[in-house]
């Protein structure tokens, strides 16, 4: 795919400096650029790149004036990081934009699909499911039994979509992820084995869901596991079953959320956290990478540690861990001193 700088800039409205004609086919950090490339620079430390970068076309801010003769084609715009994301946006897009059923693949008589849908080769598409317009499901994904996706969603290679999951508009499940599949219940017996607990219920993804890659989202004992809008999963994380996670929460990865736990809205949680069953987190909370959470959480906090303290007091504690060694020393000293 190629761009011209001309045909850019009217996307971003920005400004040329150059060769309007001047034509790119991909894209490169300033400090790596190559002829033919499009590239960003927005922070102020990677200006001196802009004077030897080979990239053909370059996205500035508008504010910047060059000290030196540059080769590089420019578009001044308000916001070149915002921009280039767009241009990112817009090349994901374009990259991704296939349509047409591939074969082989099997589409069940009683599904239905919308417009300028894509389903890849060895994909499965079982009984009654319900497709939007412009979907995406790219080779050898699982879509099982009465499973309706929203316009504009994205199921990436290998994903699998369990029955009776409703997914919104705009989702992206990433490669690897499994939505629906049974939740971890089990009873014990008297004899110490387990008997299962059937998992009926399913997995209901609002809009704008992303799914990372290799996490699992487990189906409902009864009622729904419900993943709010806009939330962002990162990947080889663990969502329990009835866990709700409130909109534009965000969790990085190898985290995991135990069974009916809430989490609110508008959260961001670090890596390999470990939330406990059965409490309640609030909205706005932070929680640090490593932490392990086991009671129910307020609106706002910040916290930290194994188990969790508030952030403050974790880094006051914090002090007194490094030095503890030496704490018993002291405390040792004073002891033997009381009795000589």
């Known amino acids: 795919m190629k761009f011209t700088a001309q045909q850019i800039a009217e996307i971003l409205e920005g400004d040329i400096v150059g060769d309007p004609n001047m034509e790119v086919s991909k894209l490169s ?17 990677y200006t001196p790149y ?28 308000e916001d070149a990081y915002a921009a280039f994301s767009k241009v990112l946006e817009y090349y994901n897009m374009v990259k991704l934009n296939k349509v047409g059923i591939e074969q082989p693949s099997y589409i069940s008589e009683s599904a239905i699909y919308g417009d300028n849908v894509y389903v890849g080769a060895f994909s499965y598409i079982g009984k009654s499911v319900s497709i939007g ?26 994903a699998k ?10 989702c992206v499940i990433n490669s690897g992820a499994i939505i629906g599949a049974d939740g971890f219940g089990f ?17 209901i993804l609002e809009d704008h869901v992303d799914v990372g890659a290799g996490t699992t989202i487990d189906r409902a004992t009864m009622g729904s596991t419900i993943i709010r809008e806009g939330v962002k999963l990162d990947n080889q994380i663990q969502i329990a079953h009835n866990v709700e996670i409130g909109k534009h929460t965000v969790i990085a990865a190898q985290s ?9 809205e508008y959260c961001q949680i670090g ?70």
């Open 271 to 340: 890596g390999q956290v470990g939330i406990a069953g059965h409490i309640i987190i609030g909205n706005n909370v932070k929680i640090q990478a490593q932490s392990g959470i086991a009671r129910n959480v307020k609106d706002d906090e910040i916290l930290q540690g194994s188990p969790a303290l508030a952030l403050s007091d974790y880094n006051k504690s914090y002090v007194h861990f490094k030095n503890l060694p030496k704490i018993v020393k002291n405390i040792n000293d004073l002891e033997k001193n009381k009795w000589e």
């Open 256 to 264: 995991g959320v135990a069974g009916s736990t809430k989490i609110g």
């Open 133 to 158: 317009n412009n979907v995406k499901i790219f080779p050898n994904a699982y879509i099982g039994d009465n499973v309706t996706i929203g316009d504009n969603s994205i199921v990436f290679s290998g």
């Open 161 to 170: 979509v369990y029955s009776d999951t409703i997914m919104g508009d705009a």
């Open 29 to 45: 950090k300033i400090e790596e650029g190559t002829q033919g490339s499009l590239t960003f620079l927005s922070n102020p430390k």
């Open 50 to 77: 802009i004077y030897s970068t080979k990239a053909s076309v370059a996205i500035v801010n508008k504010s910047f004036v060059p000290e030196n003769d540059i080769n590089t084609t420019l578009i001044k715009v």
């Open 187 to 203: 009873a014990p017996n008297q004899d110490g084995s387990y008997s299962k607990i059937p998992q009926i219920g399913n997995v």
